[in-house]
């Protein structure tokens, strides 16, 4: 029997993006998308997405989400370190006329606000994993010590509630959406009871396809890999990178260069570690799924114009995800999305 996946990327605010992009699948091939797909998988704004799915929250309610909560969602924090050493690196930074806020040493945006959203989108804020059982919910997470049962150190984690890997049937779908979005630098670790500490999937899986088709396997849903069927949404191709000249001295690449928070006069991209960790893992999940599955995936990623960060939600923002969105329409993802829908 088929085993129809629906497999959702991090991008943060870009989720805006992706789940425009399932509405506008799903109303074209008269709600075939929704109805016809066994299970939910996603990492980090993907992991929300795929959760209120799971849950059966309409899409119509999910995009408007992501179209008018971007402000409530990223609630700047206003907690600053006490630490001696963490204070004498921001006096260094200051005099150096950069920004030192949160972000740098503290987390850009405290959880709360997040929190509200998703308790407001979710129908039922004592449901859990294992409380949701009709389709298959796989989203990905990073714990970052586990609970002495295994040798400490972070591990990836896909939340299920097919059991695969572990029992994670407790654990409510408010916290698992939490762990999944957790972004380093921008929002802070999400604490699961006595799992401990949880930071976002994207850091290993930005692109939680083959997690999905591992739970599908693994758990019987899928006999063979013959059996499964993907449709993959991205946030958005970034169109940049690090030119010859961006690099200029290779020995002179730091922490600095890597990881600094605001824009380089050298031409590099802000926090281009973290970026391109993103984007390049999203990349080598879709190859990898690509050359497995073949026709049976239809991965649908339009390239953005211009970067839009993952906290962006200025309208210059929106106008450029909205053109992404009407490109992609035209794409031959779209085309092998369709062909595969048509037959389900």
């Known amino acids: 029997m088929t085993f129809r996946i629906l497999s959702c990327d991090g991008g943060g605010i870009r989720g805006y993006l992706s789940s425009s992009l399932i509405k506008a699948l799903n109303t074209e091939t008269d709600g075939k998308l929704l109805d016809g797909v066994h299970g939910f998988a996603g990492t980090s704004t ?49 005099a150096e006329g ?5 972000g740098i040493f503290e987390c850009e ?45 972070w591990m990836p984690v896909t939340l299920n509630n097919l059991n695969a890997g572990d029992d994670y049937g407790d654990i409510l779908l408010a916290d698992a959406a939490l762990a999944t979005s957790a972004a380093p ?35 019987g849903k899928a006999s ?19 030119s010859p000249k961006a690099i200029g001295k290779p020995l002179g690449w730091g922490v600095t260069s890597w990881l600094r928070p605001w824009k380089s006069s050298r031409g590099a991209p802000a926090t281009a570690l973290l970026v391109m960790t993103m984007d390049l893992s999203a990349q080598n999940a879709g190859s990898i799924a690509d050359r497995l599955l073949g026709h049976r995936m239809a991965r649908i990623n339009p390239v953005l114009s211009r970067p839009v960060p993952l906290d962006a939600y200025e309208n210059a923002d929106y106008a450029i995800m909205d ?22």
């Open 185 to 219: 630098t921008y929002f802070p670790p999400h604490q699961i009871g006595k799992r401990g500490y949880f930071a976002d999937g994207g850091t290993f899986a930005n692109n939680p396809v083959m997690n999905a088709i591992e739970v599908a396997l693994s758990t």
């Open 98 to 102: 950069l920004r030192a806020g949160p």
């Open 46 to 94: 993907g992991g929300l997405i795929s959760i209120a799915l799971g849950a059966g929250v309409p899409i119509d309610d999910i995009v408007s989400v992501y179209a008018t909560k971007a402000a409530t969602i990223f609630k700047e924090n206003t907690f600053f370190s006490a630490d001696a050493t963490d204070m004498a690196m921001r006096q260094a930074v200051e």
């Open 109 to 153: 945006y405290v959880a709360t606000g997040l929190r509200q959203v998703i308790d407001e989108l979710l129908p039922d804020k004592t449901a859990t994993l294992g409380g949701t059982t009709e389709k298959m919910i796989a989203v990905n997470t990073a714990q970052l010590l586990d609970d002495g049962s295994k040798p400490p150190g």
């Open 323 to 344: 053109a992404a969105i009407a490109d992609a329409k035209k794409g031959q993802g779209w085309k092998d999305a369709i062909k595969l829908i048509k037959d389900w």
């Open 224 to 242: 063979a890999l013959a059996d499964i069927e993907v449709i993959s949404f991205g946030t958005g191709l970034t169109p940049q990178g690090i």
